[in-house]
């Protein structure tokens, strides 16, 4: 059954990016210490959803526009969603949908695309919140990094309490901490 998940990196302090939207603080940690979970989960996934922020962060990151070649290093053929209000460029010989409104209407046609995979919600914890409004989010990941931010952009800017919430992983990794949260579907 395919499951939708918001797996990412968080700082101590509950953030995704700094207020300038910035990941650098993500980069400061070394990721030397691989224990195969990344391949277990990309292996499970089918296609990415994520908010316009999130995507121009890759694109200006990595010049995805330019060389398209990162992108599919980093996800191969998986298509994209990205949720957006504005008009953004696509990255050549990727498969990107651009959508508008609610989650609902686009959730049939990713869940379509997922076939027997997972939905990977990359960023946006504001998308994620209407995700988990929409009764759709089923799993958090989270790589828990010792950095704090102070201000930022939260991981997740919504009321989500223990009632619909569950441990199920924690792990430390390196200078990371892993958990896994099963979440109940809103109701």
């Known amino acids: 059954m395919t499951k939708v998940q918001y797996f990412t990196a968080c700082t101590l302090d509950g ?18 210490v691989d224990d195969g979970y990344w391949d277990v ?11 316009a922020t999130t995507y121009e962060w890759m694109l200006d990151r990595h010049d995805m526009v330019a060389n398209p070649a990162q992108w599919h290093e980093f996800y191969d053929d998986r298509p994209a969603w990205v949720f957006t209000h504005r008009e953004l460029p696509a990255i050549p010989g990727v498969d990107v949908t ?15 695309a997922a076939g027997d995979k997972n939905i990977w919600v990359l960023g946006g914890g504001d998308l994620v919140g209407q995700l988990d409004d929409a009764g759709l989010l089923d799993e958090i990941i989270l790589g828990m990094t010792p950095v704090t931010l102070g ?5 997740l800017p919504r009321r989500i309490t223990s009632s619909r ?23």
């Open 165 to 187: 919430m569950r441990f199920r992983q924690a792990e430390q990794i390196g200078q990371r901490i892993r958990i896994v949260l099963e979440v109940d579907h809103a109701r």
């Open 98 to 112: 651009f959508v508008e409104g609610d989650v609902r209407e686009a959730y049939d046609q990713i869940a379509a």
């Open 41 to 51: 989960f990309i292996a499970d996934v089918g296609p990415l959803v994520m908010g």
């Open 15 to 32: 953030f995704i990016a700094d207020e300038n939207n910035s990941l650098d603080w993500l980069f400061e940690v070394p990721h030397d």
């Open 151 to 155: 201000a930022g952009a939260p991981l």
